[in-house]
């Protein structure tokens, strides 16, 4: 949790992320530039952001001692001599042949605990834990016993891997995309905040689902889709929305451990909704070596899967318990809204043809998007973008920025650990004995291992490292490495909503004053449609939008998926016109996993058939208890 500053100290932190962000600006947009000096600068200007911002001890979340002053200049210094030396530390010289000067290995080494210790602090003990464990089995694999048994590298060559060269630890593909992509997207999102665009995406959302059955609950689930596209961060999401949504929740009725469920599953959806997902999906792109834009379009059935499940329960919730939408007076006019602001969605649109049709760089369409909107926001004298906004803008995506960049430089080491000491390999031979070769046991484990690393773990961390070792095994099983990275991206997205450490469900339990472990299981329930999302993308690679099959059949299966997602979320939330028996709520869930099973077109005719059938007896048996219900004359 970043500490509270006093005024001259907010006022030191924000230059330098100012500078931070005025440099990546700069930098991304009109500079040519060596990518590994410019990951140098970033971590030159975000080690002692970290270390100025989040305490070390909560007791120093007031303050900022001594000795993180200190700290904060001497983690500056590594990456600054780096970058003024570069050329010929790194490409001067043969990695791993030529001997590591002592004034490399002491600045290297003083490198890797900062970014340790940096981590620790932005992210917590799990994610440093699984840093240290990978790092110290690099060192010791020499002496452990088959099949964990590596040659392992000597403490001098770790400290070599990860800060002079740029093949294997902290300066690799994480890192890379993050002091691209996602700091181009987090200053977007900041200028896109301070223009309103943000307030527009929710009073958006009030005025489409506002009215309707459960209207509160839906305005979290449309705003924390929109909004998504502003943060990419499942507890900024979280945060940004929640702090209207959930309070307005709560006084018309709903439990707060319900109202904190519907917000962390809405705002964890955030981060698999196109066109600005979450920064895993940016890593996921240049791990493929595929254009952003075809993981965009790959990612637009899944959200609209995982939004539709939420949004079914949440309905058939609302009718169950008779919670109604806002009052009229309370929800804005859907053509004044448009009318007054719908120009905030042109720079949302211009990005995406200028990524999905022009398919230039996500970077060149996110400050093209940034400059269209600091131009619109003058049509409104209330959204000026001053020089002083924009100066907080800057500042603000920097710093936004700062823990993604502190996790890149972390999973670098993660992946570099695993890729000298060849741990993935042996992984995927242990999954493939494990699973007995069963496509269905293999993906189980993989969901399982995801979570657990996703505990307590941002998802751009779970999904590299999890990535990294799981894609070698399901390839062995004949899958494809597209449809692999997506499974795991999207149980490192849920694991921010499964207990006993979600992200995303203890930061709505904060604001809905509730108990995290009933907000997370409430979540998890709310979302569990989407936790079978990830299978179906296995077997039916169609909703993927991949074309390898006729396009009746690529149709066919994005129907029977939407019609499973509807069946399964109706049948856990049990009611329709009225409450639901148990044999037609295990119908509804069974027909519905027949259609995601990949059984062929007449099991699937078959599915469709008893779930129309069902929904229509339940209906007709309703009615039946309506007429001979008695009546008041």
């Known amino acids: 949790m970043p500490r509270t500053l006093t005024k001259w100290q907010e006022r030191l932190v924000t230059f330098i992320a100012f500078l931070m962000g005025l440099y990546n600006v700069y930098t991304l947009t009109f500079a040519v530039y060596d990518i590994f000096a410019h990951m140098a600068v970033n971590l030159t200007f975000a080690l002692p952001l970290v270390f100025l911002t989040f305490p070390a001890r909560k ?31 790194v490409y001067g010289r043969w990695a791993f042949i030529t001997d590591l000067p002592t004034e490399q290995f002491i600045l290297g080494l003083i490198f890797l605990v900062t970014v340790v210790e940096a981590v620790r602090r932005c992210t917590g003990i799990p994610m440093m834990t699984v840093v240290l464990a990978f790092l110290t089995y690099l060192y010791i694999g020499p002496w452990l016993p088959p099949p964990l048994r590596h040659r392992g590298l ?9 800060y002079v060269t740029g093949a294997y630890g902290v300066f690799t593909i994480p890192l890379q995309v993050i002091s691209t992509y996602v700091i181009a997207f987090t200053i977007l999102g900041a200028v896109f905040s301070e223009a309103g665009v943000g307030r527009f995406f929710i009073d958006l959302a009030k005025a489409l689902v506002g009215r309707m059955v459960g209207g509160p609950a839906k ?9 998504g596209t502003i943060s990419g961060s499942a507890p900024a999401n ?28 809405a705002s964890t959806g955030g981060q698999i909704m196109p066109p600005i997902m979450g920064a895993a999906a940016f890593v996921m792109a240049e791990l493929l070596n595929v254009p952003y834009a075809r993981i965009m379009i790959a990612a637009i059935i899944p959200a609209l899967l995982y939004y ?14 008779g919670l109604r939408g806002l009052p009229k007076d309370q929800v804005p ?15 949302m ?9 022009l398919m230039w760089s996500p970077v060149t369409a996110a400050f093209i998007a940034m400059f269209i909107t600091i131009a619109l926001s003058f049509i409104r004298r209330e959204t000026w973008m001053t020089p002083k906004k924009i100066y907080k803008a800057l500042a603000k995506g920097a710093e936004e920025a700062l823990s993604i960049l502190v996790i890149g430089a972390a999973a670098g080491m993660v992946i570099g650990s695993i890729s000298f000491s060849g741990t993935g390999l042996r992984l995927s031979s242990i999954v493939l004995e494990a699973s007995m070769g069963i496509l269905v046991l293999a993906l189980a484990y993989v969901a399982v291992l995801t979570l657990i690393m996703g505990m307590g773990v941002p998802t751009t961390a779970a999904y590299i490292m999890t990535a990294a070792l799981s894609v070698p095994a399901l390839s062995r099983l004949g899958v494809d490495p597209f449809v692999t990275h997506f499974f795991v991206f999207y149980y490192a997205t849920i694991s921010a909503i499964t207990p006993p450490v979600a992200l995303a469900a203890y930061a709505a339990a904060t604001l809905a004053k509730d108990d995290p472990m009933r ?32 396009l009746p059949m690529i149709i066919g299966e994005i129907i029977t998926a939407f019609i499973a997602v509807y069946a399964i979320a109706l049948g856990i939330e049990g009611f329709y016109k009225t409450n639901m028996n148990i044999p037609e709520r295990l119908l509804l869930i069974i027909s519905g996993l027949l259609l995601f099973a990949p059984t062929g077109l007449a099991v699937d005719l078959i599915a469709t058939v008893l779930i129309v059938a069902m929904t229509l007896i339940h209906i007709r048996r309703t009615n039946k208890i309506r007429i001979s219900s008695p009546t008041k004359s």
């Open 308 to 321: 539709l499940g939420v949004y079914v329960q949440i309905h058939y919730y609302s009718l169950k318990h």
């Open 238 to 265: 979280v945060y940004g929305t929640g702090i209207i949504t959930i309070p307005t929740m709560k006084s018309l009725g709903y439990p707060s451990r319900f109202a904190g469920a519907v917000e962390a599953v």
């Open 59 to 89: 007791k120093d979340i007031s303050k900022i001692p001594w000795y993180d002053y200190l700290l904060a200049i001497i983690s500056a210094i590594p990456p600054l001599m780096l970058y003024l030396n570069y050329i010929s530390w």
């Open 154 to 162: 000597s403490i001098i060559r770790i400290v070599e891997a990860n």
């Open 219 to 227: 305005i979290a689930v449309v705003a924390s889709s929109l909004f």
């Open 519 to 550: 907000v997370g299981f409430t979540a998890v329930r709310l979302g569990f449609a989407a936790v079978l999302t990830p299978f179906i993308l296995i077997f039916k690679p169609g909703l993927l939008l991949i074309i390898r099959e006729p």
């Open 349 to 357: 649109a211009v990005l995406v043809y200028i990524v999905a049709v």
């Open 333 to 347: 006019s859907l053509k004044s809204i448009l009318k007054g602001r719908g120009y905030m969605l042109i720079p």
